[in-house]
């Protein structure tokens, strides 16, 4: 059984930080591109950060220099280390696990960046 579990999400004050994991089972993790994406009320969901299988990362622009994306192929799991959190940042935030014809879901972590 596939399961994609987020943690780590919270409250947070304008320019705090968090880092949010991912921890990844019932499937061959290190051969699937990880990432995030993020919704909030009313917006679409959106890519907020990639980690291919390859070893190559890429960002959106709202993050780029804020956020990093990590992966542990060890330990299965997936990293989002944000800093310099504003309240534009406030959404549910989603793991996502993606191979040729196959995506899988995490259940999502809010996380709210408010004073």
């Known amino acids: 059984q596939v399961q994609l579990v987020e943690s780590g999400g919270g409250l947070v004050q304008p320019g705090g930080s968090l880092r949010l994991s991912c921890a990844a089972s019932?499937?061959?993790?290190?051969?699937?591109?990880m990432s995030w994406y993020r919704q909030a009320p009313g917006n679409e969901r959106e890519l907020v950060a990639r980690?291919?299988?390859?070893?190559?990362?890429n960002y959106a622009d709202s993050v780029k220099g804020r956020f990093t994306i990590s992966r542990d192929n060890a330990k299965n799991t997936l990293y989002l280390q944000m800093n310099s959190l504003s309240p534009d940042d406030t959404a549910v935030y989603y793991c996502?696990?993606?191979?040729?014809?196959?995506?899988?879901w995490g259940q999502g972590t809010q996380v709210t960046v408010s004073s």
């Open positions: 980690f291919s299988r390859l070893g190559f990362t």
């Open positions: 996502n696990a993606r191979d040729v014809g196959t995506t899988y």
């Open positions: 019932g499937f061959t993790f290190s051969s699937y591109a």
